[in-house]
């Protein structure tokens, strides 16, 4: 009578240890086989011109298409660029926050493109000491409509494609624009109007802040943290899109300021419109 009850009593003792166990086991490999929530990385740091945002655009378009990647992180450093790919990255980013957070920390510098691209981000992070702003367009004026022997031309501006006056008024709605969308991004946290924010100035990472430009002043970790606690996850971790997509390394920062024999220039190389931060006329880099 003995032997049976202990018997019974192990039997039970080990049905009940079986039921802990295989749930146990079960969640350990269903835990192997989901993949763990990512917070991405992607680096904002080279001018923004035709190679540069495919680049970027890639990294987004992983990141988005990707459900593993539950929020992305911009780390920027970058001066700006083109108008047009400025335009091209701006519109995958707001794709991406459909339907993940957005977050931004900003290195050294977001000027001008740069700024124009984390403007519309869920929440932006700084340096007390990172020049932010120069919100507005720069480029080089066409020539007066000049004959040249030996080209012939079916109108005044077949060359340049148009007029001086028509140029300054493209600049002057593409400047317009940069504001709508710097308004609509930065919302009820926009302390700053028109009249201040489109002089083009840059403001320290502190003055910035004050103005509504950025959310805090803080490092990239905490923008990584942000990401996640927004994105709702833990046990994390963080990827860079770059390496996750397969893409190539950027070229060296500063094409839109080297010549083609590799000399550093004081302005853009080439004749165009750019939200851009132009270094100081003694070739200094940003």
């Not at 080990?14 to 835990?31: A, K, Q, T, Y």
């Not at 990255?89 to 957005?102: A, G, I, N, S």
């Not at 004026?141 to 005044?156: C, Q, R």
């Amino acid at each position: 009578m003995t032997e049976k009850h202990s018997s019974s009593a192990w039997q039970r003792t080990r049905m009940i240890v079986l039921w802990l166990v295989i749930p146990l086991l079960l969640g350990i490999l269903l835990s192997m086989l989901v993949p763990r929530p990512i917070v991405g990385l992607i680096y904002l740091d080279r001018e923004i011109y035709p190679e540069t945002a495919n680049n970027y655009v890639a990294q987004i378009t992983y990141a988005r298409q990707h459900s593993e990647v539950r929020a992305v992180v911009l780390i920027v450093d970058s001066p700006g660029g083109t108008v047009v790919d400025t335009e091209a990255v701006y519109q995958e980013l707001e794709r991406l926050r459909q339907t993940k957070p957005v977050i931004a920390s900003v290195e050294s510098l977001a000027a001008s493109g740069a700024y124009y691209l984390i403007a519309g981000t869920d929440y932006i992070y700084a340096k007390p000491s990172s020049d932010v702003g120069n919100i507005g367009v720069v480029g080089l004026l066409p020539e007066s409509p000049t004959v040249y022997e030996g080209v012939i031309a079916s109108g005044p501006y077949k060359q340049w494609g148009a007029s001086s006056d028509t140029v300054l008024r493209q600049m002057d709605v593409l400047k317009q624009g940069f504001y709508q969308v710097v308004k609509l991004g930065r919302g009820n946290a926009l302390r700053a109007g028109p009249e201040v924010l489109l002089r083009g100035q840059i403001w320290p990472g502190n003055e910035a802040q004050r103005m509504g430009l950025i959310d805090e002043l803080g490092s990239r970790s905490q923008a990584i943290e942000k990401a996640a606690g927004m994105a709702r996850i833990s046990h994390y971790q963080v990827a860079d899109m770059r390496v996750q997509a397969g893409l190539p390394p950027l070229p060296e920062p500063f094409f839109l300021f080297r010549t083609a024999e590799g000399a550093v220039t004081p302005r853009p190389n080439d004749s165009s419109l750019y939200l851009l931060y132009v270094p100081p006329s003694d070739g200094r880099l940003p």
